[in-house]
Protein backbone atom coordinates (compact mmCIF):
# COMPACT_ATOMS: atom_id res chain seq x y z
CA UNK A 1 0.00 0.00 0.00
CA UNK A 2 2.95 2.53 1.19
CA UNK A 3 5.78 2.96 -1.48
CA UNK A 4 8.75 0.60 0.30
CA UNK A 5 11.68 2.89 -1.48
CA UNK A 6 9.69 6.10 -0.31
CA UNK A 7 9.52 4.89 3.52
CA UNK A 8 13.35 3.55 2.70
CA UNK A 9 14.12 7.42 2.38
CA UNK A 10 12.75 8.35 5.31
CA UNK A 11 14.46 5.31 7.32
CA UNK A 12 17.57 6.54 6.33
CA UNK A 13 16.88 10.11 7.43
CA UNK A 14 17.59 8.70 10.87
CA UNK A 15 20.18 6.47 10.27
CA UNK A 16 20.65 5.56 13.84
CA UNK A 17 17.00 4.28 14.36
CA UNK A 18 15.34 6.89 16.40
CA UNK A 19 11.78 7.27 15.84
CA UNK A 20 12.07 9.52 12.92
CA UNK A 21 9.69 7.29 11.04
CA UNK A 22 7.44 6.89 13.59
CA UNK A 23 6.80 10.86 13.93
CA UNK A 24 6.65 11.49 10.34
CA UNK A 25 4.19 8.70 9.98
CA UNK A 26 1.82 9.83 13.33
CA UNK A 27 1.83 13.80 12.02
CA UNK A 28 0.75 12.16 8.41
CA UNK A 29 -2.07 10.51 9.78
CA UNK A 30 -3.42 13.57 11.55
CA UNK A 31 -3.02 15.73 8.63
CA UNK A 32 -4.75 12.96 6.48
CA UNK A 33 -7.92 13.14 8.43
CA UNK A 34 -8.14 17.04 8.94
CA UNK A 35 -7.05 17.01 4.91
CA UNK A 36 -9.70 14.29 4.63
CA UNK A 37 -12.98 16.22 6.47
CA UNK A 38 -11.52 19.90 5.00
CA UNK A 39 -12.07 18.30 1.37
CA UNK A 40 -15.59 16.68 2.45
CA UNK A 41 -16.61 19.92 3.91
CA UNK A 42 -15.42 21.68 0.97
CA UNK A 43 -16.99 19.49 -2.09
CA UNK A 44 -20.19 20.13 0.74
CA UNK A 45 -20.04 23.56 0.41
CA UNK A 46 -19.30 24.15 -3.56
CA UNK A 47 -16.14 25.40 -2.30
CA UNK A 48 -13.54 23.96 -5.42
CA UNK A 49 -10.92 26.91 -4.07
CA UNK A 50 -10.85 25.23 -0.48
CA UNK A 51 -11.14 21.70 -1.90
CA UNK A 52 -7.92 22.25 -4.21
CA UNK A 53 -5.63 24.07 -1.42
CA UNK A 54 -6.80 20.94 1.18
CA UNK A 55 -5.64 18.34 -1.81
CA UNK A 56 -2.51 20.55 -2.77
CA UNK A 57 -1.91 20.31 0.95
CA UNK A 58 -1.90 16.44 0.97
CA UNK A 59 -0.50 15.83 -2.18
CA UNK A 60 3.47 16.17 -1.36
CA UNK A 61 2.69 14.75 1.95
CA UNK A 62 1.25 11.72 0.74
CA UNK A 63 4.03 11.31 -1.92
CA UNK A 64 6.72 10.99 1.15
CA UNK A 65 5.40 8.51 2.78
CA UNK A 66 4.53 6.66 -0.07
CA UNK A 67 0.83 6.93 -0.45
CA UNK A 68 1.55 7.69 -4.14
CA UNK A 69 -2.31 6.74 -5.62
CA UNK A 70 -3.51 9.26 -3.06
CA UNK A 71 -1.44 11.60 -4.17
CA UNK A 72 -2.12 11.10 -7.88
CA UNK A 73 -5.60 11.44 -6.53
CA UNK A 74 -4.71 14.79 -4.98
CA UNK A 75 -3.15 16.28 -7.97
CA UNK A 76 -6.45 15.04 -9.91
CA UNK A 77 -8.64 17.46 -8.04
CA UNK A 78 -5.92 20.27 -7.93
CA UNK A 79 -6.47 19.52 -11.85
CA UNK A 80 -10.27 19.71 -12.08
CA UNK A 81 -10.34 22.73 -10.32
CA UNK A 82 -7.80 24.51 -12.29
CA UNK A 83 -9.76 23.46 -15.62
CA UNK A 84 -12.83 24.59 -14.30
CA UNK A 85 -14.18 21.42 -14.25
CA UNK A 86 -16.00 20.97 -10.83
CA UNK A 87 -18.58 18.21 -12.08
CA UNK A 88 -15.24 15.86 -12.14
CA UNK A 89 -15.38 16.46 -8.09
CA UNK A 90 -17.41 13.88 -6.67
CA UNK A 91 -16.37 11.07 -8.41
CA UNK A 92 -12.81 11.81 -7.29
CA UNK A 93 -13.27 12.82 -4.03
CA UNK A 94 -15.44 9.65 -3.52
CA UNK A 95 -12.14 7.49 -4.54
CA UNK A 96 -9.92 9.67 -2.51
CA UNK A 97 -12.14 8.73 0.16
CA UNK A 98 -11.91 5.52 -0.48
CA UNK A 99 -8.12 5.38 -0.87
CA UNK A 100 -7.39 7.14 2.16
CA UNK A 101 -9.14 4.41 4.08
CA UNK A 102 -6.47 2.09 2.61
CA UNK A 103 -3.71 4.54 3.73
CA UNK A 104 -4.96 4.92 6.88
CA UNK A 105 -4.59 1.13 7.67
CA UNK A 106 -1.29 1.12 6.26
CA UNK A 107 -0.09 3.60 8.45
CA UNK A 108 -1.79 2.44 11.23
CA UNK A 109 -0.27 -1.40 10.60
CA UNK A 110 3.06 0.41 10.48
CA UNK A 111 2.54 2.22 13.52
CA UNK A 112 1.23 -1.00 15.32
CA UNK A 113 2.79 -1.00 18.91
CA UNK A 114 4.56 1.82 18.55
CA UNK A 115 7.36 0.34 16.52
CA UNK A 116 8.24 1.55 12.44
CA UNK A 117 9.72 -1.44 10.64
Given at each position: MLDAACLDQLRALDPV?????QRVLQTYQR??????????QAL??????????????????SASVGALQLSRLCAQMEQAVRDGQ???LPALVAQFQ????RVHAAVAQ??????VP
Open positions: GGSFLSLSSQETAIAAAGDSGALSHAAHALKSAPELEEALLLGGGV
